[in-house]
């Protein structure tokens, strides 16, 4: 049962991290072409939102493999 759960976890994390990377790269590259002098400093903050977003199914992994070893 620990083996589903992890997968679910793991799965439901990956979908949540593309989703929120697509509207985060979406908003950015809209606001680029809306201000193109704001480029560089949306850029970064990108970045900055992609690595938050992304640590996300990190976590969620970890977590699942908690849940596996138990």
Do not use: H, Y
């Amino acid at each position: 049962m620990g083996a589903i759960a992890a997968g679910i976890a793991a799965g439901a994390a990956a979908i949540g991290a593309g989703v929120g990377d697509g509207m985060v790269i979406s908003s950015t590259l809209n606001g680029m072409a809306r201000q193109p002098e704001l480029s560089g400093s949306l850029r970064g903050t990108m970045f900055i939102g992609v690595g938050l977003i992304e640590a996300m199914p990190i976590i969620s992994i970890v977590i699942a493999f908690l849940v596996m070893n138990k």
